[in-house]
């Protein structure tokens, strides 16, 4: 590989590094090729990329995002396969998961989820649990109506019990005085 095409990759890397929240690195250097393809036909399905890249290179493009990832760097051992995921944290996990009873699994490494370090295989099940931004916020909402809706409800049933009651209790004063 030519210093412009080293060049050209850790561009390419600094690219997918900053524009996904959420990344994993993964060992798949056991798979065949029916497998890696395989693997990489899941991730697309799932709106995941699957790139493989050199260590070094990897190395090299941390250290110019200038990101505090010192665990995951020492994780870059032999064939590093990258999961990039713009929308969920969860979801290469989900998948390391699925693929995973086929049989064989892609070995974790470790992962950059929402600037939090994961490292080590059984962080798998932590990491397919972890709810999206999206979904946290719905939940949210949901909790903060929930008051809202239940005194709505109860305004709007008890509606005509609550106008007999103060008609009674106006009519009782009335009567008193």
Do not use: H
Not at 4 to 26: D, M, R, V
Not at 84 to 100: E, N, Q
């Amino acid at each position: 590989m030519t210093r412009k095409e080293k060049k050209q990759s850790i561009e390419n890397l600094k690219s997918k590094f900053s524009s996904n929240n959420t990344f994993y690195f993964t060992d798949t250097s056991s798979f065949t090729v029916d497998a890696i393809n395989k693997f990489r036909r899941m991730c697309f399905q799932n709106g995941l990329e699957y790139l493989v890249a050199k260590n070094t290179l990897i190395k090299k493009t941390l250290e110019e995002l200038k990101w505090d990832c010192t665990p995951l760097k020492d994780q870059l051992k032999k064939s590093t396969g990258i999961i990039f995921s713009p929308t969920s944290g969860s979801a290469p996990a989900k998948l390391i998961k699925d693929y995973s009873k086929g049989g064989s699994s892609p070995v974790f490494k470790g992962a950059w989820v929402e600037s939090s370090i994961y490292i080590g295989q059984d962080q798998i099940e932590l990491l397919s649990k972890l709810k999206s931004k999206d979904e946290l916020l719905g939940e949210i909402v949901t909790l903060l109506q929930s008051p809202i809706s239940n005194l709505m409800s109860a305004l709007q049933s008890g509606g005509g019990k609550i106008t007999g009651i103060l008609t009674t209790l106006a009519s009782k004063t009335e009567n008193n005085i």
